[in-house]
Every structure is written in structure tokens, then in C-alpha cells.
């Protein structure tokens, strides 16, 4: 059963702290967006690729993230430094363009600040 | 404006009673839309998508869309405890390409 893997599940760390999130799409999917859910907020698109190249990353904080996809099976989202409001949940979603068929859901990274 | 708006609500329903759920869009050049399922603590689930104006139906659930109105719904029949969730609204625009969420309702189903 094909699925998005994202690690870590879950981390903890303290302000001013560099975090990377990892990603790694279902193999042949061509699209990789990374969201960020909040209770406040819901789901924010952070940023986008296609075919590993940024298409849009308008969403993201630019002076403290940044996202890469250095090949086809890793997507990283790094936060340098790191802030108490940068606190929420992760997900990676992957699909194949144009996504008629849907995108499909890591299970998330829950990232605390403190 | 946003993009996709949805009632957060929570929607209550009896079970085995119809859960209707709605959502509105800005953006006519919108083409592809979907309906994920989030279970608490949970990732989104798609369990639905819808291209063209009209319904839908897969097993329970039935998608319907309107572009004419920019108006997309699930409803979901025989509804079961099971089904409580928060149900979330997607687009994909023919312009940006980008996929683009709304807030979700909740729905809530009591025995």
C-alpha cells in the first residue's frame, strides 16, 4: 500500500533551534506540497514543487523557512531559527499532476517550540 | 475573501439520518475539487473528487458540484457514529495549480 512517509512523527525543541522535516513522496508522484495545520488557521500551504522545482512558496515565512527537494524521494522542510508560534503540525501531501485523482497525506510531523 | 469557505461548525445528525455538508469557492478558474476526511489527531483522508458540474456517488457518499453557483457539497447518507470527523473542502485552480483548503466542518453523529 503506496503512502507519504514523513519523519519525525513528532519534535520537541527549544527556541532558536534549527528543525528539519522530512518527506518522502509515493514513487512516481510528480507533486509535493507542505502544509502547516493550526487550530487557528487550518491548513496553510506552505510551499509546493513540481517535478522537484519550486513552483510556489508564497505561503512560507521566508527569512526562517525553506523547503528543498534535493530528489525525487526526499522533500525537506527546515525552520533555523525556531519559534514558539512555528508550534503546530506538518503534513506532506504528494500526488501526480494535474491530481485528478486526489493528493495523498503523510501522517504529519508535530512540532513544539518551547 | 478566501478561497474556500466552510461552516466550521459542528454539524449534529442523528444516525442513520443525511449529513450535508457545504462549501463555497472565489475562484471560478477552479477545476478539480475534493473532499478529505480528518480524523482527530489524524492526517487528511481523501475520500472523494469531482471535476464536472452535477453529483456524484460512491457507496454513501455523494459529491455534487456547481460552478455556476461556485458551490460544492457532500452529503453522506446513513450516517454512523464512525463518520464523525472534521470534513475538510480542496480546489485545485486552473490558474495557480495550487491545492487550497478550507477550514472543515466538523461533524458530529449521535447514536
Known amino acids: 500500500d503506496a503512502r507519504v512517509t514523513q519523519t519525525p512523527r513528532h519534535k520537541v525543541t527549544e527556541m532558536g533551534q534549527e528543525v528539519t522535516m522530512r518527506c518522502q513522496p509515493i514513487l512516481g508522484h510528480n507533486t509535493v506540497f507542505w502544509y502547516r495545520q493550526t487550530m487557528m488557521q487550518g491548513l496553510e500551504l506552505l510551499a509546493y514543487f513540481r517535478n522537484r522545482a519550486p513552483l510556489d512558496d508564497s505561503g512560507m515565512p521566508k527569512d526562517r523557512f525553506s523547503a528543498e527537494m534535493p530528489d525525487a524521494t526526499l522533500a525537506t522542510l527546515k525552520i533555523q531559527p525556531s519559534e514558539p508560534r512555528d508550534s503546530a503540525v506538518y503534513f506532506c501531501?504528494?500526488?501526480?499532476?494535474?491530481?485528478?485523482?486526489?493528493?495523498?497525506f503523510g501522517s504529519g510531523t508535530r512540532l513544539t517550540v518551547v | 475573501q478566501k478561497e474556500v469557505e466552510q461552516n466550521s461548525g459542528p454539524l449534529s445528525v442523528p444516525e442513520g439520518a443525511i449529513a450535508s455538508l457545504n462549501c463555497t469557492y472565489s475562484d471560478r478558474g477552479s477545476q478539480s475539487f475534493f473532499w478529505y476526511r480528518q480524523y482527530s489527531g489524524k492526517s487528511p483522508e481523501l475520500i472523494m473528487f469531482?471535476?464536472?458540474?452535477g453529483d456524484k456517488e460512491d457507496g454513501r457518499f455523494t459529491a455534487q458540484l456547481n460552478k455556476a453557483s461556485q458551490y460544492v457539497s457532500l452529503l453522506i447518507r446513513d450516517s454512523q457514529p464512525s463518520d464523525s470527523a472534521t470534513y475538510l473542502c480542496a480546489l485545485i485552480s486552473y490558474n495557480t495549480d495550487k491545492l487550497i483548503f478550507g477550514t472543515g466542518t466538523r461533524l458530529q453523529v449521535f447514536p
Open positions: 501531501a504528494s500526488g501526480l499532476q494535474p491530481g485528478l485523482d486526489g493528493y495523498t
Open positions: 469531482i471535476y464536472s458540474n
